[in-house]
């Protein structure tokens, strides 16, 4: 029973890359937009057995804080918002391109990481100070090409071959 399931998933592999060959941005963006998070979705039981979340609960409020001002900051540039509270308002949220607000969730996001390795409150704000400074330093001096290409390429090596070769191994010692 086993090798038969094996044998399906090879095939769905195939199925999914003539997919690929067929409509490649839209299998692309499913791949994010529904598959991914699927896929994490199954792996919080193995997160939270090896101890991946934060140790301190009280960061969570700073992730919570500036998921709220960057919303809060798409919110209020709507035009319906706009016409309640006022132009100058959304003028000024509006200088701030949306650079800086991908800066700054970057930054959140290896902050993150940095939290699930320290729990001393020193070692938390030097790893703080560290990544906003990498993070200027890589907007500064690395095209946003590259960062791209940094990210996809990697996942997309990940998710197919590194999949595609786990379940040919597994088709191989099931036999």
């Known amino acids: ?17 003539t997919l690929a060959f067929l409509l490649p941005f839209e ?3 499913f791949s994010y937009v529904v598959l991914g998070p699927l896929h994490y979705l199954t792996e919080i039981n193995w997160l ?3 101890n991946y979340f934060v140790r301190k ?6 992730f919570i804080l500036v998921c709220l001002l960057i919303a809060m900051a798409a919110i209020v540039k ?12 959304t003028k000024s949220l509006s200088a701030i ?15 993150a990481i940095g939290l699930v390795y320290f729990s ?23 095209s946003g090409t590259v960062i791209l290409a940094g990210i996809l390429l990697p996942t997309i090596i ?17 036999g």
């Open 57 to 62: 609960r009280r960061w969570t409020w700073l």
């Open 27 to 29: 299998l692309f963006i």
């Open 48 to 50: 939270r057995d090896r």
């Open 1 to 17: 029973m086993t090798r038969k399931i094996d044998i399906l998933n090879i095939g769905f592999i195939f199925i999914s890359l």
């Open 78 to 89: 709507l035009p319906v918002i706009n016409h309640y509270i006022g132009s100058s308002f």
């Open 120 to 142: 001393r409150s020193l070692y938390i704000f030097l790893f703080l100070l560290g990544t906003v400074v990498a993070v200027i330093l890589v907007n500064r001096y690395v």
């Open 158 to 174: 990940h998710i197919f071959l590194f999949t595609l070769l786990f379940m040919i191994l597994g088709v191989f010692n099931a």
């Open 97 to 111: 391109n949306a650079g800086f607000y991908s800066q700054v969730i970057l930054v959140m996001f290896l902050f």
